[in-house]
């Protein structure tokens, strides 16, 4: 049996909106997966494997980031760069979901060969985790000619993820609610592009056809990279039960608008977050944790329900088993605090005046994956690894 117990915590972010902090200073996992958490004194700390002190820090579910475009291994040809899943889990990420293996090199647009290629990236990053990362990959973008039997071919061999829709040839309402209803169908997930064309091939999707197409998330509902007009992103979070993604690479002043929309509709169970790189725009390690600062500090939302976004409710959205600090869970964590002489008087504090928090360590299904980050500004505690024990 494999025990972490992490002592000392200062707070605990659970991802809930409806209860963004837990009380307790201790956490304990067992085998990968929350086991319990409170207070130590009233807790069975003994026979630990791994111990960690906290030193005051906080404690949150590990970040996910909803909407990223991977190729193959940690290496993107789009921007020619070596290790940037490593980079992103020292921003306190520790799951990247795909909205589409876009910039693989002579990407297959044939059916046999989009399907090849989907099965193929979902089995190299399940059997492949960079640096401890869980990446789920295989997301085809749909093509015309698609049928029925191609979706369930998919999702009997595992895939369970659509890339963007709009990115292929299919660019109707009409054909992409089908193809969307049939990947549903077999329980696959699917998102779509929203707002002005991204990269060559792509077109502008509006309102009417998200409305119409009915994915499971708008991506990048404030643009990837221009935005729709307001009265269009207005009438999407009226209209939508669907996941409201707002991503790094797109319009921030979108993004704000769709906090407040989402806010006076009671809807920000419904706000998720991504980065979409790599793209043109590079790739952002810290695009969840500047995500979450800016729409803290600009969106007024407080900082322990602006990281829900980037945790509980994608992993709601999204039906995880990680992101919320829940028993049985995996016990993916971000240990964090407030930034060396950043205003604010606490981590929280200091988050929703737009600064970003020092992270200090991450963990994945238990087990530590990365200590203090070379990415984030330096902490001003840092967690420690007191023991491991065979």
């Given at each position: ?37 409170g207070y130590a004194k009233d807790l069975d700390c ?273 039906a995880l088993d990680t992101g919320l600090i829940e ?64």
């Amino acid at each position: 049996m494999e025990k972490l117990v992490i002592r000392n915590i200062g707070q605990i972010l659970s991802g809930k909106l409806e209860e963004p902090i837990f009380d307790g200073d201790c956490m304990i996992a067992i085998d990968g997966k929350i086991h319990e958490w409170g207070y130590a004194k009233d807790l069975d700390c003994e026979g630990a494997t791994v111990e960690v002190d906290a030193h005051g820090v906080t404690l949150a579910p590990g970040l996910i980031d909803s909407h990223i475009h991977p190729v193959v291994g940690d290496y993107t040809p789009r921007q020619q760069q070596l290790h940037w899943i490593d980079s992103t889990l020292h921003g306190g990420v520790t799951t990247l979901i795909s909205a589409g293996e876009v910039h693989m090199p002579g990407r297959p647009k044939d059916i046999v060969g989009l399907k090849a290629m989907a099965i193929a990236s979902q089995r190299w990053y399940e059997n492949f985790r960079p640096s401890g990362m869980k990446v789920h990959a295989g997301a085809p973008v749909i093509e015309q000619g698609m049928v029925e039997q191609d979706f369930k071919d998919m999702a009997d061999a595992g895939v369970k993820l659509l890339g963007e829709v709009g990115l292929g040839t299919v660019k109707d309402g009409k054909t992409a609610k089908e193809m969307v209803g049939w990947a549903r169908k077999y329980g696959m997930q699917s998102t779509i592009h929203t707002g002005g064309p991204s990269i060559p091939g792509s077109g502008l999707i509006d309102a009417d056809m998200v409305i119409e197409t009915d994915t499971d998330v708008i991506g990048h509902i404030n643009g990837g990279h221009s935005a729709l007009p307001d009265d269009q992103i207005i009438c999407l979070c009226e209209s939508c039960k669907a996941a409201f993604e707002i991503v790094h690479n797109g319009n921030e002043r979108a993004a704000v608008l769709t906090i407040n929309t989402a806010r006076e509709l009671g809807k920000l169970d419904q706000v998720i977050l991504g980065t979409d790189g790599p793209a043109g725009s590079g790739v952002q390690p810290l695009g969840i944790l500047r995500m979450i600062a800016m729409l803290s500090a600009f969106g007024n939302v407080p900082a322990a329900e602006a990281f829900c976004f980037g945790s509980g409710n994608t992993a709601r959205q999204r039906a995880l088993d990680t992101g919320l600090i829940e028993k049985g869970y995996c016990a993916d964590f971000v240990l964090l605090d407030q930034a060396q002489h950043a205003p604010g008087k606490t981590m929280l504090e200091s988050v929703e005046l737009g600064n970003l928090p020092g992270v200090g360590m991450t963990i994945i299904d238990g087990v530590i994956t990365s200590e203090r980050s070379r990415n984030t500004p330096p902490a001003q505690s840092l967690p420690e690894r007191v023991t491991t024990t065979s």
